[in-house]
């Protein structure tokens, strides 16, 4: 038989089995390899040896996904724990607020102790602000908070941190407020000892060290001693600490002692402060006008 191109037809044995065959060939190769690797397990050292051969395809394509689930989780730490470290800081600044004046208070209590006229402590209220940035005058030690008249902070306010006075507010804004820390030069607290209650006036030197000035050289001061606000001004509560005498030149020549003083507070340091309030008066309950027995009158009968 001629074919149409002029070749003849390819011998029987290059075709193969039919394709039908061939399906049904594997499709018997299928099962038997299914049944013994369900009843024997036959197949388990095959599939073990390919997970071992795939396992850093597999590590390879997990990869990104595994990174991203890492960056993830990273970043949303970072911002939970400052959110947490900004909760605490700003605890801290108002328990502060409560426990600064401690100690002086015990001290005034065991002096006033046995006075019946004794009055009570006047309560008063805090906002809690932020530092923001330095003022770009180099010649004063200034800062800038957060908040101003709208959150009810005025001028001549105090403002301390966890360990004492940094400053007063000297200008307020609505929404800002500018606060000279105690180290200006311009700065003047009356303050007192708690050894001995001797007063004082304390000025800011301006290189991060107070001054106890006007004090003559045979004054009662010691290194180490304490000094606290004193209240005279009608600004600062008395008692608040201020700073502590680190240094004292006493020289006949001169009429006063030169007393260097070192800040309880972080002046410079510190972002979170506390502005304490106006002194909050005490309800005063009405003086009731004394009663006066009037003796009733006698009756008398109509004529």
């Known amino acids: 038989m001629a074919s149409v191109a002029g070749q003849g037809p390819p011998p029987f044995f290059k075709r193969g089995p039919a394709p039908l065959a061939r399906l049904m060939f594997l499709l018997i190769l299928c099962l038997v390899l299914l049944i013994a690797d369900l009843r024997y397990r036959y197949l388990e050292?095959?599939?073990?040896?390919?997970s071992v051969v795939t396992y850093p395809l597999q590590m390879a394509a997990y990869g990104p996904v595994e990174l991203a689930r890492k960056v993830d989780t990273y970043f949303s730490s970072v911002q939970a724990l400052t959110r947490e470290n900004a909760d605490l800081a700003r605890k801290q600044v108002e328990v502060s607020g409560r426990l600064l004046r401690?100690?002086?208070?015990?001290?005034?209590?065991?002096?006033?102790?046995?006075?019946?006229?004794?009055?009570?402590?006047?309560p008063v209220s805090g906002v809690v602000a932020e530092i923001l940035y330095n003022t770009r005058d180099t010649f004063s030690r200034r800062v800038i908070l957060n908040k101003g008249l709208q959150q009810g902070i005025d001028t001549g306010q105090a403002v301390v941190d966890d360990a004492g006075v940094i400053g007063q507010v000297t200008r307020s804004y609505p929404l800002q407020a500018e606060v000279t820390l105690l180290s200006d030069k311009d700065q003047a607290v009356p303050v007192q000892i708690t050894r001995n209650g001797l007063r004082a006036v304390i000025f800011g030197v301006g290189n991060g060290q107070l001054e106890l000035r006007f004090l003559a050289a045979s004054a009662d001061v010691q290194v180490g001693d304490e000094v606290v606000t004193s209240g005279l001004d009608g600004v600062f509560l008395p008692g608040l600490p201020v700073a502590k005498v680190v240094r004292i030149d006493r020289d006949s020549s001169y009429s006063f002692a030169r007393i260097l003083c070192q800040p309880a507070a972080g002046i410079e340091q510190h972002g979170t402060v506390l502005?304490?309030?106006?002194r909050e008066a005490l309800p005063q309950v009405p003086e009731q006008a004394p009663v006066r027995d009037v003796p009733a009158k006698s009756k008398k009968g109509r004529r």
Request: aromatic share 0%.
């Open 102 to 122: 401690q100690d002086s208070v015990e001290q005034e209590n065991l002096r006033l102790r046995a006075l019946l006229d004794m009055k009570a402590q006047q």
């Open 45 to 50: 050292v095959l599939r073990q040896a390919v």
């Open 275 to 278: 502005v304490l309030g106006n």
